[in-house]
C-alpha cells in the first residue's frame, strides 16, 4: 500500500508532467493526498483526467463569477479550484456559486475543502447524485454517493456557503450549562487559610 507521502509526491510530479505549473502541481498533490485520506477516490481520477485532456485539453478559466460556463469546451476542475481558492473570500459574498460542464468534479472538492477553512464556513457541494458537506477542511460528510463513482463530466456543480448556526436551542445550552456549573469548586477553607498566612512565615 502507497503511503500518503507517495501518493502527495507522484500525483504532484503527475501534474506537473501533465503541463501545469510546479505551483499548482504541489496544490495538486496535497488535494489528492486529502482525497484518499477522505476515502474517496483521488487516484483514479486524477489518472482518468490526464489521459483525457492529453486527447482533448480542457478549458482553463482564470476568475470566477456567480455562474461558470466553458466557452467551448468543458471546464477543467484544477484550474476552477485554483481560482476559486484564491478568491474565495469574495465568493462567499454570493452566497452559492454554479459550475457548469466540469470535467472529473471530484478533483474540484479539495480546493473547496479548503476554501471552507478560510471563510470558516462549511461548503455544501451538490453534482448528480453527490451530496457533499466540508467541514473547515477537516472532514467531508457525503451521502448518496458512491465512494468509487468516477464522473467524468457533470453538467452543473453548486456550490452553497452555509451560515453558522447552533443545532440547539438557547434553553438547551442554559439546561446544560447549569448542570455544568456543578463541578465548579469553591475556595475550601484550608486554602483561605493557606493564602491568609502567605508571606508571615519567619525563616530568619
Known amino acids: 500500500m ?24 504541489e496544490e495538486v498533490g496535497k488535494n489528492i493526498r486529502n482525497l484518499e485520506m477522505f476515502g474517496l477516490p483521488g487516484i ?5 483526467y490526464f489521459k483525457k485532456i492529453k486527447k482533448k485539453p480542457s478549458e482553463k478559466i482564470n476568475k470566477i463569477q456567480k455562474k461558470n460556463k466553458p466557452k467551448s469546451k468543458e471546464l477543467c476542475p484544477i484550474y476552477c479550484g485554483t481560482a476559486f481558492l484564491d478568491s474565495c473570500k469574495k465568493l462567499e459574498t454570493f452566497r452559492s456559486v454554479k459550475f457548469f460542464n466540469v470535467s472529473y468534479p471530484l478533483l474540484l472538492l479539495p480546493f473547496l475543502s479548503r476554501a471552507s477553512d478560510i471563510v470558516g464556513k462549511k461548503i455544501s457541494v451538490k453534482y448528480e447524485k453527490n451530496n457533499f458537506l466540508l467541514n473547515f477542511d477537516k472532514t467531508v460528510f ?29 434553553k438547551e445550552w442554559k439546561e446544560l450549562y447549569k448542570l455544568s456549573e456543578e ?21 530568619d
Open 183 to 203: 463541578t465548579f469548586v469553591g475556595e475550601s477553607e484550608s486554602l483561605k487559610m493557606k493564602g491568609a498566612g502567605a508571606g508571615l512565615t519567619d525563616n
Open 142 to 170: 457525503s451521502t448518496n454517493s458512491n465512494n468509487n463513482q468516477i464522473i467524468s463530466k457533470t453538467k452543473e456543480i453548486s456550490i452553497t456557503f452555509i451560515e453558522n448556526n447552533n443545532l440547539f436551542s438557547l
Open 44 to 48: 483514479k481520477n486524477l489518472n482518468l
Open 2 to 25: 502507497q503511503s500518503f507521502s507517495e501518493i502527495e509526491t507522484t500525483s504532484k510530479r503527475a501534474s506537473k508532467a501533465a503541463g501545469f505549473s510546479w505551483g499548482i502541481a
